[in-house]
Nanobody
Framework: VQLQASGGGLVQAGGSLRLSCAAS????????MGWFRQAPGKEREFVAA????????YYADSVKGRFTISRDNAKNTVYLQMNSLKPEDTAVYYC?????????????WGQGTLVTVSS
């Protein structure tokens, strides 16, 4: 599956952004989808994930209660709604896809979209 992330930009602290990740292929609904981020000088970290059906979601503690992951299997798209943004959320955000029991590193990754939160 090929992934294309979009929706990044510059926003003030406390603001909101919605990231989208469009996937190619007819088997999108069979993939677990996730969002990761990498801040300057830091390692890539997990942000959120959603099961193939959308029935289960998982979040990093740092974004729990502020970010919401969702998916629309009819549109082959996964979203990340980000509210109450903080300067420490500044990073390049990547979407990823994997099948059950597969490691994320073995899955498919998009090119990333930059989110900058100003204080």
């Amino acid at each position: 599956v090929q992934l294309q992330a979009s929706g990044g930009g510059l926003v003030q602290a406390g603001g909101s952004l919605r990231l989208s990740c469009a996937a190619s292929g007819r088997t999108f609904s069979s993939y677990v989808m996730g969002w990761f981020r990498q801040a300057p000088g830091k390692e890539r970290e997990f942000v959120a994930a959603i099961s193939w059906s959308g029935g289960s979601t998982y979040y990093a503690d740092s974004v729990k209660g502020r970010f919401t992951i969702s998916r629309d299997n009819a549109k082959n798209t996964v979203y990340l709604q980000m509210n109450s943004l903080k300067p420490e959320d500044t990073a390049v955000y990547y979407c990823a896809a994997k099948v059950e029991l597969q490691d994320w590193l073995g899955g498919s990754w998009g090119q990333g979209t930059l989110v900058t939160v100003s204080s």
